[in-house]
């Protein structure tokens, strides 16, 4: 039994291939758009703090990053599916198009999670500094709305 190839799409194949496995989809806060007018801890540094916890500040962890990205697997997924088909055809506008959309869409389930919750509730000290501002809130995480607000996504290339 023989083979004949009919048309030769190697080239095409391996440009979208390469174009995929070049790029990422990242989620969080970066630190180069962080930045805060009310503390001098940025947005990226509060956001690791409150993910992970500081038990020197005694700030315990409210998990939001992580889990707000796993949350959201079914709904992205789909979309990194589409991106891998895309590279298959060549098609390097799609595949950056179904990128732009997992991380919209990974990103939204964040600020979701942030909102949401459940976290561990704030200390009645914490709850009596935010009364003597004035604000009556007493969700984990959304005090200003700054951390939520900068939760966001970017696609970029790989770096080595």
């Given at each position: 039994?023989?083979?004949?190839?009919?048309?030769?799409?190697y080239a095409?194949?391996?440009?979208g291939?390469?174009?995929l496995?070049?790029?990422?989809?990242l989620?969080?806060?970066?630190?180069?758009t962080?930045?805060r007018?009310?503390?001098p801890v940025?947005?990226?540094?509060?956001?690791?703090?409150?993910?992970t916890?500081?038990?020197?500040?005694?700030?315990p962890?409210?998990?939001f990053?992580?889990?707000g990205?796993e949350?959201?697997q079914?709904?992205?997924v789909?979309?990194?599916r589409a991106?891998?088909?895309?590279a298959?055809?060549?098609?390097?506008?799609?595949?950056?198009r179904?990128?732009?959309?997992?991380?919209?869409v990974?990103?939204s389930a964040?600020?979701?999670?942030?909102?949401?919750g459940p976290h561990?509730p704030l200390?009645?000290?914490t709850?009596a500094?935010r009364?003597a501002?004035?604000?009556t809130?007493?969700?984990?995480?959304?005090?200003?709305g700054?951390?939520?607000?900068?939760?966001?996504?970017?696609?970029r290339?790989?770096?080595?």
């Amino acid at each position: 039994m023989s083979v004949k190839v009919v048309i030769d799409r190697y080239a095409t194949v391996m440009k979208g291939v390469r174009a995929l496995t070049s790029q990422e989809v990242l989620v969080g806060i970066p630190s180069t758009t962080a930045g805060r007018t009310d503390t001098p801890v940025n947005n990226a540094e509060l956001g690791y703090i409150h993910e992970t916890g500081s038990p020197a500040a005694n700030i315990p962890p409210r998990p939001f990053l992580v889990p707000g990205v796993e949350n959201a697997q079914d709904q992205f997924v789909p979309h990194l599916r589409a991106a891998g088909w895309a590279a298959l055809g060549g098609n390097t506008a799609t595949l950056e198009r179904d990128f732009e959309r997992a991380g919209t869409v990974a990103a939204s389930a964040v600020k979701r999670k942030i909102t949401e919750g459940p976290h561990a509730p704030l200390a009645p000290k914490t709850l009596a500094k935010r009364r003597a501002k004035g604000r009556t809130g007493e969700m984990p995480l959304i005090d200003t709305g700054q951390l939520r607000r900068a939760v966001t996504h970017v696609v970029r290339k790989k770096r080595p």
